[in-house]
């Protein structure tokens, strides 16, 4: 026990002076501190009886983070009023190391004289103690170190032994109440973070949730089928190109389906670091591992009710492969760390643009999951065999990039622009269509857009007649042609990656495969032949 017992001159309580029965005490305290969820009025409750025992001008609810190196007030009281407060104190890593070592290290340990304890006088200069006594009790549930109860009061050498073994009694009704408080904190505040995140997922719906251009040209196949299927349940598996509106596709399922009023949650498979990706999906439970500080909910859980879109789904690890069908055929879920399955009640619609059959064959995909997908596959069309939708595109990109841009007015289209874009070959389709609409509109400021002093359009590529090149050429060559577009550049805003709809890092490993330089070794190739060509 640390600090001084001297009583002093000035008037005060004296436990010892007051015919005290413990176990009633003990029982006032609790009803009152474990009365109610509003941790503020529960203190202030504890403090209108307290006081009668102990000096006692304040009461605080205390955590010391050490991860943010602060002390945290969780509630505050006064003889007059309670709260529950927000104030953070923010403690030098070096004192709050000390200050770890001093509290965490001693269970249910009592400090009081403030400025003569070893603890007050670790965090006296930063918390404010002058001519006040502080009585502190630390607080633990099963080993787990919660924070502090202090009792604070004008003048110093206000506390004693007795007071010090009287606080003890009560430890743990206020330990509950802060383990309680804690929680239902976190509970408000992962609810407010939900409402914000699906005010943000209901704006994002209604960007994509306007007329599909060309529902009744080129995608008129494709939006037969998804009318026809969109009122089901059934898991649905949507093929295409990068970049040809399979997100679109997916959002008009879930609009016209029995669950457009739950969450619409997109996951693109091939963004998550294969690491993070049973956390991301399945979420975890605290402690699960290094750094689960908190329960978190996986995406599976937040699409609870709706539509689950997992795009670019042929990235998936084969083990999380495994796991995604076992949800496909049970509906349920178990978190990392976790050992109790939770139902679900969700649609899948998965998307790729790869061959999943392909994959396969090659043991990279699970067949017993390309069973489960291919049901009901919806084949989108390439923008190059659609290019009747073309024009109507163009215009729907010049309206919505102008607003997004604040140019003003939208300029005009050079009508011989329309067809030199109509002739593209569209590698990256819809997306690559939307791109160079926002680059032409910043390059022109406000004249015509005819694309001139963009990088020469390709020509459609004519494969009949031609002799056919294997898979690997084809794609080489494609890869070679975006890198060219792109000056070089493979990752970031305009680079091959996002032209081509392809995680950074998955590009340079199909780089890498197929002998494609790129970065220095590319930059120097290309000054070798400047130099080759300047001396022939």
């Known amino acids: 026990m640390e600090g001084r017992s001297e009583l002093g001159n000035q008037e005060r309580h004296d436990t010892r002076t007051i015919k005290l029965d413990e176990d009633e005490f003990f029982r006032q305290v609790t009803m009152r501190i474990c009365g ?25 609810l205390d955590i010391w983070d050490r991860e943010n190196s602060e002390i945290r007030r969780v509630a505050c009281s006064t003889s007059a009023q309670g709260g529950v407060s927000k104030l953070r104190i923010p403690i030098p890593e070096k004192v709050m190391k000390l ?35 502080d009585l502190c009790l630390t607080l ?19 506390y004693n032994a007795e007071h ?101 949650i997109k996951v693109n498979c091939g963004a998550i670091p294969e690491s993070l990706i049973d956390s991301e999906l399945f979420g975890h439970e605290k402690g699960a591992f290094t750094g689960a500080i908190a329960q978190r909910r996986g995406h599976f859980e937040r699409a609870q009710g709706g539509t ?37 009640n969700i649609r899948i619609i998965a998307a790729t643009h790869r061959n999943l059959e392909a994959m396969v064959a090659g043991n990279r995909f699970r067949e017993d999951l390309w069973f489960r997908l291919n049901v009901f596959p919806i084949i989108i069309p390439p923008l190059r065999q659609r290019r009747n939708d073309i024009p109507q595109l163009v215009e729907h990109f010049r309206e ?47 004249a015509s857009l005819n694309f001139y002093d963009l990088p020469e359009l390709e020509e459609s590529v004519p494969y009949l007649d031609e002799q056919l090149i294997s898979l690997a050429q084809a794609e080489a060559g494609h890869i070679e042609r975006a890198l060219e577009y792109c000056g070089g550049k493979v990752h970031g805003s305009g680079g091959a990656a996002d032209i081509l709809g392809l995680n950074p890092s998955t590009l340079r490993n199909r780089m890498n495969k197929l002998g494609i330089r790129y970065g220095r070794e590319r930059a120097k190739d290309r000054e070798f032949r400047e130099v080759d060509r300047q001396r022939g």
């Open 36 to 60: 109610s969820l509003d941790i503020g009025d529960a203190l202030w409750q504890s403090h209108l009886y307290l006081k009668k025992f102990f000096p006692l001008d304040e009461m605080f």
């Open 400 to 446: 919505k990039k102008t607003l997004e841009l604040g140019i003003g007015e939208a300029p005009p289209v050079d009508s011989a622009a329309l067809q030199r874009l109509s002739r593209h070959h569209w590698p990256g389709n819809v997306r690559e269509l939307e791109n160079l609409m926002e680059r032409e509109l910043i390059r022109c400021q406000g």
């Open 140 to 158: 633990k549930i099963e080993n787990q170190h919660l924070g502090g109860l202090i009792f604070r009061a004008k003048g110093q050498h206000q």
């Open 164 to 264: 010090g073994r009287l606080i003890s009694l009560i430890h743990d009704p206020f330990a509950v109440a802060m383990a309680n408080a804690l929680t239902h904190r976190e509970a408000l505040e992962l609810k407010d973070q939900l409402t914000e995140e699906n005010q943000f997922l209901n704006e994002e719906l209604e960007k994509l949730s306007g007329e599909v251009i060309g529902a009744d040209g080129g995608l008129s196949h494709v939006m037969e089928m998804v009318h026809q299927v969109a009122p089901l349940s059934n898991t649905l598996l949507l093929l295409g190109e990068t970049g040809v509106g399979k997100e679109v596709v997916a959002s008009v399922i879930h609009r016209t389906s029995s669950r457009k009023d739950g969450p619409f």
């Open 308 to 344: 689950l879109f997992l795009d670019e789904i042929g990235e998936l690890p084969p083990a999380v492969q495994a796991r995604l069908l076992r949800v496909l055929q049970f509906k349920e879920i178990e978190r990392v760390g976790g050992t109790r399955t939770i139902p679900v």
């Open 99 to 133: 200050v770890e070592k001093e509290t965490i290290s001693n269970s249910e340990r009592i400090y009081y004289n403030s400025e003569q304890s070893e603890l007050g006088k670790l965090i006296a200069p930063y918390v404010g103690l002058h001519n006040v006594s």
